[in-house]
Each structure stands twice: as structure tokens, then as C-alpha cells.
């Protein structure tokens, strides 16, 4: 599975959109970009995976660029509780793919 | 809750003695992972099985771990002689077989060996 980086940490202001980027520049055609993120002392939360479109839920949207080489993970509205680890996996997708590979995350804050 | 479920959520033992977590998974996934978090770091992969066949397992996972899925529904693992470096998180997930495959993580069980 590719390699991703992301920057170590982050602030963010309660009510403004948090934007979290990663970069996956080795990136293959049949790999997935994944997002999780890990709250305190709790297990990691699914919160959204794309190929190359552009994706959305009711957690956060993905962009994902169109090279592939990076994307970014925006929580559009940030609340206290969404002060976490986010992790950027990126790994193959359909009957091939099974374990994740976490790097170090980005530590998000959100601040009152 | 019809999410991943783990027990115990805590285990504090003395070295050298043998602790035993268990897993029960979403219904109806036929995959099962185990994972294992250090402080400040993110989680590492173990092993997994697909239904009750243990298909792949890590280099961290030494002759003293081992991990069972009798009926292809939960999951055990085991660790013999527990050493303080054991400490750690062990985390569980499960997921489908083919088409989607995200994982879904349980709450995880916090080891502190003495």
C-alpha cells in the first residue's frame, strides 16, 4: 500500500471548516484513499474513502486531487468533539485489500 | 449496538501470566482483524482471518500471541507469558469480504502488564 504524509498537527476554530490534507504520491489506479479518525482512548472511526471522485457524507467531504497524488479530508463545521487523531490510508481496493496501514495521523484541536 | 464489541475493555496482569481478549464482530462480516496501538502511535496490524481461515499474520505477532476463529464468528487472542512490552491497545475490526470492504473498529482492550 502506498505511503502517506500528513502534517503532524493542527488547530482549527469551533464553527469553522477544518480542512485536513494528505499526500499520497505514489498512489496506484486501484488503490483507495480512506479516512479515519481516533478519539481519545477510543477505537478508530470510519469517516469516509474514495478512488478519484469527490465524495460526501454526513461527517465530511473528500477531495481528492485530480493527479491522485493528494487529497483533503473537510469537516465542514467543526465542533469540540471532533478534537482527534485523523489518519490518511491508502490501500487496495476489492478482494485483494484487507489490512490498514496507519502512519502517524494529524492531530486535530478544535478550540472553543 | 450491532457494532464490534470487545471484552474485556481493560485487563491489568502481572508478567508472565496469560490473558485471553475476545471479539465479536458485526454480524455477517466474514472478516476479522486484530491490530495492537502503543502510546502515540498508530495502530499496527496483526493478523486476520476470513471466515474461520487465519490468512495472514505480521512479524509482530510472536509464538507467544496466537488468535482463533473456531466458528467464523468471534475471534480470540491470546498471549502467552506476557512481557511489559505487551502493553498496548488491541484493537479488533471486521468488515465484509469483497465490494466494501471498510473496516469497523471496536472499542479496543487496554493491556498493562506489570
Known amino acids: 500500500d502506498a505511503k502517506t504524509t500528513q502534517p503532524p498537527s493542527m488547530d482549527c476554530a469551533e464553527g469553522r471548516a477544518a480542512n485536513l490534507p494528505c499526500n499520497h504520491s505514489?498512489?496506484?489506479?486501484?488503490?483507495?484513499v480512506y479516512w479515519y479518525r481516533q478519539i481519545h482512548s477510543q477505537g478508530p472511526q470510519y469517516i469516509i474513502h474514495?478512488?478519484?471522485n469527490n465524495e460526501t457524507n454526513e461527517m465530511a467531504s473528500l477531495i481528492i486531487t485530480e493527479d491522485r497524488k493528494s487529497s483533503t479530508l473537510i469537516l465542514p463545521h467543526a465542533t469540540l468533539r471532533d478534537t482527534a487523531v485523523y489518519y490518511c490510508?491508502?490501500?487496495?481496493?476489492?478482494?485483494?485489500?484487507?489490512?490498514?496501514?496507519f502512519g502517524g495521523g494529524t492531530r486535530v484541536l478544535v478550540k472553543p | 449496538d450491532t457494532g464490534v464489541s470487545q471484552n474485556p475493555r481493560h485487563k491489568i496482569t502481572k508478567r508472565g501470566q496469560n490473558v485471553t481478549f475476545r471479539c465479536d464482530p458485526i454480524?455477517?462480516?466474514?472478516?476479522l482483524y486484530w491490530y495492537r496501538q502503543t502510546l502515540g502511535q498508530g495502530p499496527e496490524f496483526l493478523t486476520y482471518?476470513?471466515?474461520?481461515?487465519?490468512?495472514?499474520k505480521s512479524r509482530l505477532l510472536s509464538d507467544r500471541f496466537s488468535a482463533e476463529r473456531p466458528k467464523g464468528s468471534f475471534s480470540t487472542l491470546e498471549i502467552q507469558r506476557t512481557e511489559q512490552g505487551d502493553s498496548a491497545m488491541y484493537l479488533c475490526?471486521?468488515?465484509?469480504?469483497?465490494?466494501?470492504?471498510?473496516?469497523?473498529f471496536g472499542p479496543g482492550t487496554r493491556l498493562l502488564v506489570l
Open positions: 454480524s455477517e462480516h466474514n472478516r
Open positions: 474514495g478512488l478519484k
Open positions: 475490526a471486521s468488515s465484509l469480504e469483497a465490494g466494501r470492504q471498510t473496516q469497523y
Open positions: 482471518f476470513q471466515n474461520e481461515a487465519q490468512l495472514e
Open positions: 490510508i491508502v490501500r487496495v481496493g476489492g478482494a485483494a485489500g484487507n489490512k490498514l496501514t
Open positions: 505514489t498512489i496506484s489506479g486501484n488503490e483507495y
